[in-house]
C-alpha cells in the first residue's frame, strides 16, 4: 500500500514540486516569526530583580562645571528630600536608572577575554532601596570604594564571560585596552546580582555596580530615585519640584522629568510590547494565510485526481482510507519541504551566521515542525473529506 501510494506520489512530481517550494519558504517564515516571538517571550519571563513600587524618580542637570557647587548640591538635596515626610530613603544614579531607554558602557577584559560592560554607578543606598538579592558576595562600603583595586559587583552574564566556572569572588579584572595596560584600571569583585536588565522585553545584560559618592568627582547630572512611604505617592507628585527648587537654583540646574519606577516601567512596555503584539499580529496573519493556500492547493489537486480516487472507490476503497491516504501524502510532500530548509537553518546556526540562541533555535525547529504539520493535516483533511464522500459514479463521470 505505501509503495503503492509513493508510486502515485512520483508519477505527480511535477505538480507536488509546487507545494514543496510553498511549504519550504512558509516553514522558514513561520520558524523566524516563532523564533522572535519565543525571544521576546523568553526575556519576558526573566524578573527584574529590583523592587519598583513606591519608587518616584527624577532627573537632574547641569552645565555648570563647578565641583564645588555640584557637590553640595546634592548633599543638600539629599538631606532636604530625606526629611520629607512622606520619604523613607533616597538614591542618587550617576549613570542611568532602571527603564531608560539609554545605556553607559565600557570594555573590561581578563587574560585575553574581553566583554562589553554595562554601567550602574549608584549610592550606597541603592541596595537598601531597590532590596536587590545577591546570588553571593556583599555590597563594599562607601569607604572600600574609593580602594585600589575599585570594588564592583557583577551580573552572572559578565562572570561567565570573564571567569567561567571560577568562583569570582576577590578576583581581579581589568577596564581598557588590554594591549595598553598602563592605561588600564584593576576592579575586584564583591558580589554578583542576579540577571539584570534594564526593562522588561530586553535580555539580561552583561552589567557591572559599582559605588559612588554623589557630588565627588561628578558631572552635573544625577538620576535620583526616591522610596516612598506607602499611599503617598500623590503627596510626592504634588510637591516634589517646589522641594527641590527650595535647594537647587534653578538658574543654573533643570529638571528633566518628574516620575517613579512604575511609569517608566509601563512607559517603556508599551514602547517594546507594540513590537512584540505587531509580530504576534503577522505571525497570524501568516498561518491563516498558510493554511487558505494549502487548503486551496491541496483541494485543486484533488479535483485533479478524481477519477483516480472513484477507482480506488470502485474497487473497495472506504472514505476512510482515501482521507487517511491524501493526509498520508501531504505528510510526505510536507517532509520533502521542511527537510532543505532544515538544512539551511543548521548551517546558518552551526557557522555562525546569525546569533541564534540556542534553546529558542531549537525550541522554534520543533514547533515550526508541528505547527507546519498540522496545518497540513488540517488541509488535507477537509478535500479528503469531500473526496471520500463523493461516489465512483460521480467521480468516473466527472473525469
Not at 523613607?88 to 566583554?115: I, Q
Given at each position: 500500500m505505501i509503495?503503492?501510494?509513493?508510486?502515485?506520489?512520483?508519477?505527480?512530481k511535477k505538480r507536488h514540486s509546487l507545494i514543496v517550494f510553498e511549504i519550504f519558504i512558509v516553514f522558514l517564515v513561520i520558524f523566524g516569526t516563532i523564533y522572535l516571538l519565543s525571544r521576546d517571550l523568553a526575556k519576558r519571563l526573566v524578573p527584574i530583580p529590583i523592587e519598583i513600587n513606591d519608587v518616584g524618580t527624577f532627573k537632574l542637570y547641569t552645565d555648570d562645571t563647578n565641583a564645588v557647587m555640584i557637590k553640595k548640591t546634592f548633599n543638600?538635596?539629599?538631606?532636604?528630600?530625606?526629611?520629607?515626610?512622606?520619604?523613607?530613603?533616597?538614591?542618587?544614579?550617576?549613570?542611568?536608572?532602571?527603564?531608560?531607554?539609554?545605556?553607559?558602557?565600557?570594555?573590561?577584559?581578563?587574560?585575553?577575554?574581553?566583554?562589553?560592560?554595562?554601567?550602574?554607578?549608584?549610592?550606597?543606598?541603592?541596595?537598601?532601596?531597590?532590596?536587590?538579592?545577591?546570588?553571593?558576595?556583599?555590597?563594599?562600603?562607601?569607604?572600600?570604594?574609593?580602594?585600589?583595586?575599585?570594588?564592583?559587583?557583577?551580573?552572572?552574564?559578565?562572570?561567565?564571560?570573564?571567569?567561567?566556572?571560577?568562583d569570582p569572588l576577590g578576583k581581579i579584572f581589568y577596564r581598557g585596552?588590554?594591549?595598553?595596560?598602563?592605561?588600564?584600571?584593576?576592579?575586584?569583585?564583591?558580589?554578583?546580582?542576579?540577571?539584570?536588565?534594564?526593562?522588561?522585553?530586553?535580555?539580561?545584560?552583561?552589567a557591572i555596580f559599582t559605588l559612588y559618592e554623589p557630588g565627588l568627582h561628578d558631572y552635573g547630572y544625577a538620576g535620583v530615585m526616591v522610596k516612598l512611604k506607602p499611599g503617598t505617592k500623590q503627596d510626592y507628585f504634588r510637591n516634589i519640584e517646589k522641594e527641590i527648587f527650595k535647594v537647587v537654583d534653578p538658574n543654573v540646574w533643570f529638571l528633566w522629568s518628574v516620575s517613579s519606577l512604575e511609569e517608566q516601567r509601563a512607559a517603556i512596555n508599551a514602547q517594546y510590547g507594540s513590537r512584540f503584539?505587531?509580530?504576534?499580529?503577522?505571525?497570524?496573519?501568516?498561518?491563516?494565510?498558510?493554511?487558505?493556500?494549502?487548503?486551496?492547493?491541496?483541494?485543486?489537486?484533488?479535483?485533479?485526481?478524481?477519477?483516480?480516487?472513484?477507482?480506488?472507490?470502485?474497487?473497495?476503497?472506504?472514505?476512510?482510507?482515501?482521507?487517511?491516504?491524501?493526509?498520508?501524502?501531504?505528510l510526505v510532500i510536507n517532509l520533502f519541504g521542511i527537510l532543505p530548509a532544515l538544512f539551511i537553518l543548521a548551517q546558518v546556526y552551526f557557522?555562525?551566521?546569525?546569533?541564534?540562541?540556542?534553546?529558542?533555535?531549537?525550541?522554534?525547529?520543533?514547533?515550526?515542525?508541528?505547527?507546519?504539520?498540522?496545518?497540513?493535516?488540517?488541509?488535507?483533511?477537509?478535500?479528503?473529506?469531500?473526496?471520500?464522500?463523493?461516489?465512483?459514479?460521480?467521480?468516473?463521470?466527472?473525469?
Open positions: 509503495n503503492h501510494i509513493f508510486r502515485l506520489m512520483w508519477n505527480q543638600d538635596l539629599n538631606s532636604h528630600i530625606r526629611q520629607l515626610p512622606y520619604v523613607e530613603n533616597v538614591c542618587f544614579n550617576r549613570t542611568n536608572m532602571p527603564f531608560e531607554d539609554s545605556y553607559s558602557s565600557s570594555s573590561f577584559n581578563l587574560n585575553g577575554k574581553t566583554v562589553v560592560l554595562y554601567f550602574r554607578e549608584v549610592d550606597s543606598n541603592y541596595s537598601r532601596l531597590t532590596k536587590i538579592k545577591l546570588l553571593k558576595g556583599r555590597w563594599p562600603t562607601l569607604a572600600e570604594s574609593k580602594l585600589d583595586p575599585i570594588p564592583a559587583l557583577l551580573t552572572p552574564e559578565a562572570v561567565d564571560t570573564l571567569f567561567g566556572a571560577e585596552d588590554p594591549d595598553k595596560s598602563q592605561a588600564q584600571r584593576k576592579y575586584v569583585v564583591y558580589g554578583v546580582t542576579h540577571s539584570f536588565k534594564q526593562q522588561d522585553y530586553d535580555k539580561p545584560e552583561s503584539l505587531s509580530r504576534a499580529l503577522v505571525g497570524i496573519i501568516i498561518i491563516v494565510n498558510a493554511l487558505l493556500g494549502f487548503i486551496g492547493v491541496l483541494w485543486y489537486n484533488t479535483n485533479q485526481r478524481k477519477r483516480e480516487l472513484g477507482l480506488r472507490k470502485a474497487f473497495g476503497a472506504t472514505s476512510v482510507s482515501l482521507r487517511r491516504q491524501l493526509i498520508f501524502e501531504s557557522m555562525g551566521i546569525y546569533p541564534f540562541e540556542a534553546p529558542i533555535f531549537f525550541f522554534s525547529i520543533v514547533v515550526s515542525i508541528l505547527l507546519l504539520s498540522f496545518l497540513i493535516v488540517l488541509a488535507a483533511w477537509y478535500p479528503g473529506k469531500i473526496a471520500g464522500s463523493t461516489q465512483p459514479a460521480v467521480a468516473l463521470h466527472a473525469d
